[in-house]
């Protein structure tokens, strides 16, 4: 059974960075799509980055040229630097993948606080 636990969020000021990682307990070579998510207090969910193992990528309009996504088989790790952050970057980041039709993995979440 494969888990998903986020690390690296924590307070930042504004145009601060940071980098978010999503580790998995099992081998992610076989983890093909795996996604960022983020929800504030009282808005909806947000899918924020995506990237396949073949290294398709997708960003969030809000977020494009400031996050990057990426990946690290050997560490079982996917990457989202987060760069030129925004009060309205505040939010839980969650990890998230999906697998076979109906199936989905999600990591606990970790929260991100952009303010001076």
């Known amino acids: 059974q494969v888990q998903l636990v986020e690390s690296g969020g924590g307070w930042v000021q504004p145009g601060g960075s940071l980098r978010l990682a999503c580790t998995a307990s099992?081998?992610?070579?076989?983890?093909?799509?795996i996604r960022w998510h983020r929800q504030a207090p009282g808005k909806q969910s947000e899918l924020v980055a995506s990237?396949?193992?073949?290294?398709?990528?997708n960003y969030e309009d809000s977020v494009k040229g400031r996050f990057t996504i990426s990946r690290d088989n050997a560490k079982n790790t996917v990457y989202l630097q987060m760069n030129n952050l925004k009060p309205e970057d505040t939010a839980v980041y969650y990890c998230?993948?999906?697998?076979?039709?109906?199936?989905?993995?999600w990591g606990q979440g970790t929260q991100v606080t952009v303010s001076l």
């Open positions: 998230e993948n999906p697998y076979g039709s109906i199936g989905t993995r």
């Open positions: 990237i396949t193992n073949g290294g398709i990528i």
């Open positions: 099992g081998d992610i070579v076989s983890i093909n799509l």
